[in-house]
């Protein structure tokens, strides 16, 4: 289990990149739900905890393919492959990422540092 | 309707091509392509596929399994269009494709010197982007004409390389029009700062050599030494084809907000497309990719009800470019005397976020190396200023 940062300092609204190897954004929903995925768009090099966060779903900040932080899932190209969804346990009012197991899908000239 | 015909296999066909069975078209669908390849991506051309990190396959815009029910005629170009009852699309290799609607997504063409010296690139196509990085490769000094985007991306990935770079344009700054004078001056810093040498306010008298190009002569009597030239001058839309059909062109083929042309059941989309834009008040003729993609929904709309959709709000022009490491991205249409603020960052730092402002309204938004906040600002481009506060 990975600390990320104090509940109280990941408003509502906001997103909060991780330095993982590959990175992990995790999201504040206005609704008050927490989600973790990988940081990075499976389209192409972008980070997603810069992008728009509207309900349960976050757009890549550089081409405006929507991702559902509950599945991963993506709504329309150019991303293919959803992104990787981690877990999210909340502990003493801090926030934790239980990282996936599953391999990543990273965009193509993206690797992972341990790869 | 029952048939459509798609001329361009790019990412704007392919859009359209989707949009089309996402609406319910359940008719005959073809799509023609000039070039030989399934449709692919092209920004990473100048990007990541010119310096090495991505492949051809990485580039390909279809998913796997993607089945859009299209009988496809790649590697043959159209060759004209001739109105009727049914539309007849003629094509290189003599045969004709008959359909009741026709999208044109015919993209454009890369403009060049009109050299034709070994050693001398432009860079539109896959092709184009395999012989250039091939030449690269081999190549100690590059001379770059045109500082665009094409040219700004390329000198990085050169540079990256380890050649010597050098920047030839014609304007006093980049960027110099579709920016505004003081933010092409901090693009240019970038150059700088990473050893290419940039010289604005001059233009290209010759391209010099025997076979193959040895160096680019300028019109103040200097001579740049150069293995390779990428000449980044801009495009034209590929609508020669188009001639004799009926279908108004002006700067690319005039199309209404919708993406209907003055031909009934033809609609066109992409980089040979100036749709109306109400927002600017004229035909403006948008080669970004997000245009590309997502414009042929509306087109589609339009093409299945004949004309009678009522277009939604054109989302402003967005683009964005990847230079020495830094992200740029671009939203809006902005004109000389906009009112340009600092609103994020500085211009020394060369990271910053600028908002362009025009009576009372944000019409555009420049970011460098700004990600989260101009995912915010550029939602506000076309709101009035006060809403946007």
Same mark, same amino acid.
């Given at each position: 289990?990975i600390?990320?940062?104090?509940?109280?300092?990941?408003?509502r609204?906001?997103?909060?990149?991780l330095e993982?190897?590959?990175?992990?954004?995790?999201?504040?929903?206005?609704?008050?739900?927490?989600?973790a995925v990988d !940081?990075?768009?499976?389209?192409? !090099?972008?980070s997603?905890a810069?992008?728009w966060?509207?309900?349960?779903?976050?757009e890549?900040?550089?081409?405006a393919?929507?991702f559902?932080?509950?599945?991963?899932?993506? !709504?329309?190209?150019?991303?293919?492959?959803?992104?990787r969804?981690?877990?999210?346990?909340?502990?003493d009012?801090?926030?934790?990422?239980?990282?996936?197991?599953?391999?990543?899908?990273?965009?193509p000239?993206?690797r992972?540092?341990?790869? | 309707?029952?048939?459509?015909?798609i001329?361009?296999a790019?990412?704007?066909?392919?859009s359209?091509?989707?949009?089309?069975?996402a609406?319910?078209?359940?008719?005959?669908?073809?799509?023609?392509?000039a070039?030989?390849?399934?449709?692919y991506d092209r920004?990473?051309?100048s990007?990541e596929?010119?310096a090495?990190?991505?492949?051809?396959?990485?580039l390909?815009?279809e =998913?796997?399994?993607?089945?859009?029910g299209a009988?496809?005629?790649?590697?043959?170009?159209?060759?004209?269009?001739?109105?009727g009852?049914?539309?007849?699309?003629?094509?290189?290799d003599?045969?004709a494709?008959?359909?009741e609607?026709?999208? %044109?997504?015919?993209g454009a063409?890369a403009r060049?010197?009109?050299?034709e010296?070994a050693?001398?690139?432009t860079l539109?196509t896959l092709?184009?982007?395999?012989?250039?990085r091939?030449?690269?490769?081999a190549?100690r000094?590059?001379?770059?004409?045109?500082?665009?985007?094409?040219g700004?991306?390329?000198a990085?990935?050169a540079?990256?390389?380890?050649?010597d770079?050098?920047?030839?344009?014609?304007?006093?700054?980049?960027f110099?029009r579709?920016?505004?004078?003081?933010?092409?001056?901090?693009?240019?810093?970038?150059?700088?700062?990473?050893?290419?040498?940039l010289?604005? =306010?001059?233009?290209?008298r010759?391209?010099?050599?025997e076979? +193959?190009?040895?160096?680019?002569?300028l019109?103040?009597?200097r001579?740049?030494e150069?293995?390779v030239v990428?000449?980044g001058? =801009?495009?034209?839309?590929?609508?020669e084809?188009?001639?004799?059909?009926?279908v108004? %062109?002006g700067?690319g083929?005039?199309?209404?907000?919708?993406?209907?042309?003055?031909?009934?059941g033809?609609v066109?989309v992409g980089?040979?497309?100036?749709?109306?834009?109400?927002?600017?008040?004229?035909h403006l003729?948008v080669?970004?990719w997000?245009?590309?993609a997502r414009?042929?929904?509306?087109?589609?709309?339009t093409?299945?009800?004949?004309?009678?959709?009522?277009?939604?709000s054109l989302?402003p022009?967005?683009?964005?470019?990847?230079q020495y490491?830094?992200r740029?991205?671009f939203a809006?249409?902005t004109?000389?005397?906009?009112?340009?603020?600092?609103?994020?960052g500085?211009l020394?730092?060369? +990271?910053f976020?600028?908002?362009?402002?025009?009576e009372g309204r944000?019409?555009a938004?420049l970011?460098?190396d700004?990600?989260?906040?101009?995912t915010?600002w +550029? +939602?506000?481009?076309?709101?009035?200023?006060?809403a946007?506060?």
């Amino acid at each position: 289990m990975i600390p990320a940062c104090p509940l109280a300092a990941l408003p509502r609204g906001e997103a909060l990149r991780l330095e993982t190897d590959p990175p992990i954004a995790v999201f504040h929903t206005e609704d008050g739900e927490l989600y973790a995925v990988d !940081d990075t768009c499976t389209h192409q !090099d972008a980070s997603l905890a810069d992008g728009w966060l509207e309900g349960c779903e976050v757009e890549c900040p550089l081409h405006a393919s929507r991702f559902d932080l509950r599945t991963g899932e993506v !709504d329309a190209p150019p991303a293919k492959l959803p992104v990787r969804t981690h877990q999210v346990v909340v502990k003493d009012e801090t926030i934790y990422v239980v990282p996936s197991e599953l391999p990543p899908n990273l965009p193509p000239g993206v690797r992972t540092g341990s790869a | 309707m029952n048939s459509v015909a798609i001329v361009g296999a790019s990412l704007a066909g392919l859009s359209a091509a989707r949009a089309l069975r996402a609406q319910g078209f359940g008719g005959r669908l073809t799509i023609v392509g000039a070039e030989p390849h399934r449709p692919y991506d092209r920004p990473p051309l100048s990007k990541e596929f010119l310096a090495g990190r991505m492949t051809a396959a990485d580039l390909a815009l279809e =998913g796997d399994g993607e089945d859009l029910g299209a009988e496809w005629r790649l590697g043959v170009a159209a060759t004209g269009l001739e109105p009727g009852g049914r539309l007849r699309i003629t094509l290189s290799d003599g045969s004709a494709v008959e359909a009741e609607g026709v999208v %044109i997504a015919t993209g454009a063409v890369a403009r060049t010197l009109g050299s034709e010296l070994a050693g001398v690139h432009t860079l539109r196509t896959l092709d184009d982007a395999a012989a250039l990085r091939a030449d690269l490769e081999a190549a100690r000094r590059l001379v770059v004409v045109g500082a665009g985007f094409i040219g700004a991306e390329v000198a990085c990935v050169a540079r990256e390389l380890g050649l010597d770079v050098t920047i030839v344009e014609a304007a006093p700054a980049p960027f110099a029009r579709a920016l505004g004078p003081e933010m092409g001056t901090a693009l240019a810093g970038l150059h700088e700062d990473h050893g290419v040498r940039l010289i604005c =306010g001059a233009t290209v008298r010759a391209l010099t050599g025997e076979g +193959r190009v040895d160096g680019v002569l300028l019109e103040d009597g200097r001579r740049l030494e150069a293995d390779v030239v990428l000449v980044g001058i =801009g495009a034209r839309p590929a609508v020669e084809w188009l001639e004799g059909s009926g279908v108004e %062109i002006g700067d690319g083929v005039l199309c209404d907000a919708g993406g209907a042309t003055n031909v009934p059941g033809v609609v066109a989309v992409g980089d040979c497309a100036a749709w109306f834009d109400p927002a600017v008040g004229t035909h403006l003729r948008v080669e970004h990719w997000t245009g590309a993609a997502r414009r042929p929904a509306t087109a589609a709309q339009t093409l299945l009800s004949g004309g009678a959709a009522v277009p939604g709000s054109l989302a402003p022009p967005y683009l964005w470019s990847d230079q020495y490491g830094m992200r740029v991205q671009f939203a809006g249409h902005t004109l000389p005397g906009d009112e340009v603020s600092i609103e994020e960052g500085d211009l020394a730092s060369r +990271r910053f976020l600028a908002v362009y402002r025009r009576e009372g309204r944000t019409v555009a938004v420049l970011g460098i190396d700004q990600p989260r906040s101009f995912t915010r600002w +550029r +939602r506000r481009v076309n709101e009035p200023v006060a809403a946007a506060r």
